[in-house]
């Protein structure tokens, strides 16, 4: 089993819809939880964090339920340049408090 | 401030020949990162420096990887002998310290021929 298995994608939406990108992560020792966003060609970059009370930050909303070991996304009123890799991470797992785990990533195309 | 930079940005090379990957983190961060994406696959962790010590290297695919970061300022990343499933994309990342997040430079795409 993957650490860290996002929804595979890809996601087309009109923009103004509102989309929902899903994680699990297999290590429950796990002990910070982010998504970051990665242009085509680009470095990724830090999106949000993602705390277990659940946290806003504009139109997009992560949460978080340690119990289920599961991550969520949420982005409302979709924007063309929301369009991008999706990556859920997961930072100490593995033995190692440092590195960050990566899903995949799940690829969001907003359509004009 | 400038970011995590990555040098060079693209590398073709034969397989058997010597590469070289320079990451010069952000000026003051101390814990400096390599990951590094093959195709298809996700990103993956390759190993942790902590000033010039290696914290961990735990993810290193085999000794055809060599990674130093004397003076604890840049670091590189050497393959040698290139294989062909060394191809992807290699990530450099630092942070101030290992509670702080890592910033990425935009990757070295490495294709061994």
């Known amino acids: 089993r993957k650490e860290v298995e996002q929804d595979p994608g890809p996601f087309n939406v009109p923009e103004g819809a509102t989309v929902a990108f899903n994680c699990t992560y297999s290590?429950?020792?796990?002990?910070?939880f982010f998504w970051y966003r990665q242009d085509c060609r680009k470095e990724p970059k830090l999106l949000m964090s993602?705390?277990?009370s659940g946290n806003e930050d504009g139109r997009f909303t992560a949460q978080l339920n340690r119990a289920s070991q599961y991550i969520s996304l949420l982005i409302r009123d979709s924007k063309l340049s929301d369009s991008a890799t999706y990556l859920c991470v997961v930072k100490g797992s593995g033995g190692s408090n440092y590195k960050l785990t990566f899903g995949k990533g799940t690829l969001l195309t907003v359509n004009p | 401030e400038a970011g995590v930079t990555q040098f060079p940005s693209h590398s073709v090379i034969e397989k058997g020949q010597t590469v070289t990957l320079r990451c010069d983190p952000i000026s003051g961060h101390d814990n400096l990162y390599w990951y590094r994406r093959v195709m298809g696959k996700e990103i993956k962790f390759l190993l942790h420096?902590?000033?010039?010590?290696?914290?961990?290297e735990s993810g290193m695919p085999n000794n055809r990887f060599l990674a130093e970061r004397t003076g604890g300022t840049y670091s590189t990343l050497k393959v040698q002998p290139a294989e062909l499933e060394d191809s992807g994309v290699y990530f450099c990342?630092?942070?101030?310290?290992?509670?702080?997040?890592?910033?990425f430079g935009d990757g070295t795409r490495l294709s061994i021929l």
């Open positions: 420096f902590v000033k010039e010590s290696k914290q961990d």
């Open positions: 290590n429950s020792a796990s002990q910070s």
């Open positions: 990342a630092s942070s101030l310290d290992g509670i702080q997040p890592q910033h």
């Open positions: 993602v705390y277990s």
